[in-house]
């Protein structure tokens, strides 16, 4: 008897899993990955953190699913990106749009301090809960720039850097004291815009006007219950009140007990992974994240840095893609803020032979693809970003900070022995001649002269034009796509959904992260390099090891005169 009750419960609990009510889980404290890790390393650092990939398939697919009842997102903890909120708003509200419940539930919305960002991604959402202990800080936008030129007069150390033009302020950092009028043109602009989109969202989401919304912006931080008041937050309530009450809703609305599953774990069971059959069309996803370099991808175990963009490595992935008959459509996904002139020509070439070849390649813009990230996209078909994402950046700077005076200071003396007038131009041990300042200026002409004409063509502009959109000025993807450097508005979603079209392709059809590579041809080496193999990323030393970020900050050149200075993430 107790063992037919047993296997009778077995069997109910089974028949619960496989039809019975679900409510989806999502924590983002932990952050989220935009793309599958490049190496070894990388997938071990992000062993805990989601991937976007399998949130906006998981949610795509529970929307069809009558199992699915609600939604429970945990916001808070581990910053994420403007571009990714809006990525993530997307996929709620399309999730909602099905008739659905989803709730957002936070702790706290910066622990009384900046938290604007996260509120944002909660008002996509049905209800917002609060823990009674949090707060809001729904303080709008801030931008701040360091100077440190006065501290470096004071060490003995000088730059000497020149930028093209006068929006490209990677330089300013170490030569002024203050913004510069284009400096503080270009910041608050960009502080704008991300208002306009953040008020914009609040005021439809909690029905507010908009000039109530700014109103309430400049009275934050607020309290729990000042933030029921104002109509920011619906309730206060622990996790387990959050809990008891959705499942309570689901409850009643189902005639079971709900199961809760992560948005993961859903996505895994429901999307098992399948082998590509012969004949298959797909699109290829082809994944460019991070400071932008020749050779691999890859990162440094010593530097503690993220990944880096190699031009090997996308290069390969995008030739073999493009030679691949299975492969239909490209998605290159960019999240760089530049790097090397040189790589990013390179990787430039590769999606323009694609585009050429009558394989659409669009490009799927992360939170910041600017400066080199934005020249890798400008050669394609279409360039998808979302308004947040940060853009443009269409400059170039360049030259050495020259320490001499510091050397001498401490007692160091430095000689040399060269064989060409030009052998030591950058050592940072004296400053340039005359002469070799005009070369770093002829230089600095050569590669915006390039990066523009480049855009002009991309884009199809005229040359005036795109240098009047250009200067090193940065943009967020709304203003970029009132101006032509982006075509639309969107996500990754957004941009699949568009290489589908241009493929003459099925709304369903597949997607490969590409190159998928077995364990045994990652391991074995590539035949070619035009081998899907030779696009395989390595774990790789730095050149400046363990001293990396210190370098960084003296503004040394780790990447390449296409970077985008500074820390450029709105979250």
């Known amino acids: 008897m107790d063992a037919t009750k047993v296997i009778i419960d077995a069997v109910d609990r089974f028949r619960q899993g496989r039809t019975g009510p679900l409510i989806l889980e999502l924590d983002l404290t932990e952050g989220v990955v935009d793309g599958p890790p490049s190496d070894p390393l990388g997938a071990l650092m992000s062993m805990r953190r989601t991937r976007l990939s399998d949130i906006l398939s998981g949610l795509k697919h529970a929307r069809r699913d009558e199992r699915v009842k609600a939604l429970i997102v945990k916001i808070g903890g581990h910053p994420i990106g403007l571009g990714l909120v809006q990525e993530l708003r997307g996929a709620v509200q399309e999730f909602r749009r099905s ?263 669009i490009v799927s813009m992360g939170n910041v693809a600017a400066s080199g990230g934005y020249f890798v996209a400008m050669g394609a078909n279409a360039i998808v970003a979302q308004p947040g994402t940060l853009t443009g950046s269409i400059g170039v700077f360049g030259g050495k900070p020259v320490v001499d005076e510091l050397l001498s200071k401490i007692g160091v003396a430095t000689e040399a022995v060269a064989e060409g007038a030009n052998a030591g131009m950058f050592s940072i041990a004296r400053e340039f001649s005359e002469e070799q300042w005009a070369r770093v200026n002829a230089w600095l002409d050569h590669v915006y002269d390039d990066f523009v004409g480049k855009v002009a063509e991309g884009r199809g502009l005229d040359r005036d034009r795109a240098h009047e959109l250009a200067r090193g000025r940065v943009w967020t993807g709304a203003d970029a796509q009132a101006r032509g450097l982006v075509d639309e508005l969107g996500g990754l979603e957004d941009a699949l959904a568009l290489a589908r079209r241009k493929a003459g392709l099925a709304d369903d059809a597949p997607v490969r992260p590409y190159p998928r590579l077995n364990p045994l041809e990652r391991l074995r080496p590539a035949e070619s390099s035009e081998d899907k193999a030779a696009a395989v990323a390595r774990v790789r030393l730095e050149a400046w090891g363990p001293i990396a970020g210190l370098a960084s900050e003296l503004g040394l050149p780790l990447y390449g005169p296409l970077i985008l200075p500074g820390n450029w993430t709105i979250r």
């Not at 020149?162 to 602009?189: C, I, L, P, V, W």
């Not at 893609?321 to 790589?343: E, L, M, N, T, W």
């Not at 430039?348 to 394989?359: M, N, P």
């Open 99 to 361: 008739g659905k419940r989803a709730v957002a539930y936070a702790e706290t919305f910066g622990e009384f301090g900046a938290g604007t960002v996260p509120y944002y991604l909660a008002t996509a959402f049905d209800t917002i809960y609060l823990q009674p202990s949090g707060d809001v800080g729904f303080t709008g936008i801030s931008l701040e720039q360091r100077f440190v030129k006065d501290a470096l007069d004071k060490l003995g150390v000088k730059y000497q850097l020149a930028q093209r033009h006068e929006y490209k302020t990677g330089a300013n950092m170490f030569t002024q004291d203050h913004m510069t009028e284009a400096h503080r043109e270009s910041a608050a602009r960009l502080a704008e815009s991300v208002t306009e989109q953040i008020v914009a969202a609040v005021a439809e989401a909690r029905g507010l006007e908009p000039k109530r919304v700014r109103e309430l912006i400049d009275q934050g931080p607020f309290f729990g219950t000042e933030a029921v008041q104002a109509n920011l937050v619906d309730r206060l309530a622990y996790r387990d009140e959050v809990y008891d009450e959705i499942k309570a809703a689901v409850r009643a609305e189902a005639g079971h007990d709900p199961r809760l599953q992560y948005v993961t774990r859903y996505h895994k069971a429901v999307l098992p992974r399948k082998l590509p059959h012969p004949g298959e069309q797909v699109i290829a996803l082809i994944h460019g994240h991070g400071a932008i370099r020749l050779g691999r991808s890859g990162r440094s175990p010593l530097s503690g840095g993220g990944g880096a963009m190699g031009a090997d490595t996308i290069s390969a992935a995008i030739r073999a893609a493009r030679q691949d008959d299975r492969i239909k459509a490209i998605v290159f996904r960019v999240d760089s803020p530049g790097g090397s002139y040189v790589a990013s020509d390179t990787i430039w070439r590769e999606v323009v032979l694609t585009r050429g070849s009558g394989k659409p390649i």
